[in-house]
């Protein structure tokens, strides 16, 4: 595949999120705002990006972060439990097995030795 059928839906003048971001806190020059402004009045997804983030209440979206945080840790120490105790599973048939197979080499060997020494 060529690579602009893999980026089909990124437009390459899209905002990034770090410009996106600075944009709203005010860390722009007047010329890198401009553009920003430019962009935003081009796309309107960006610019309801834009809109979204601004209404968001930085409270309520630290708290939702930390929230997401806390239950993933939690779900990741839960699967960390059950791999611990996770029990073996019964191997007998293996060890049997590896077991007769050796014995089956050996006799070989010595069925192969007693022929050649006899000749």
């Not at 690579?3 to 860390?27: A, C, H, P, S, V």
């Not at 007047?30 to 009045?41: D, G, I, M």
């Amino acid at each position: 595949m060529s690579d602009n059928l893999l980026d089909i839906l990124k437009q390459r003048d899209d905002l990034t999120e770090q410009e996106l971001l600075k944009y709203l806190q005010g860390d722009l020059t007047p010329e890198e705002r401009r553009a920003v402004e430019e962009k935003l009045a081009d796309s309107e997804m960006m610019s309801d990006a834009e809109e979204g983030l601004r209404m968001a209440d930085a409270a309520k979206t630290n708290s939702a972060v930390n929230d997401i945080n806390r239950m993933l840790t939690h779900q990741l120490q839960q699967q960390r439990r059950k791999r611990k105790h996770k029990p073996i599973p019964n191997l007998s048939l293996v060890i049997v097995s590896t077991f007769l197979v050796l014995v089956l080499i050996i006799l070989a060997y010595l069925v192969i030795y007693k022929m050649r020494s006899g000749q």
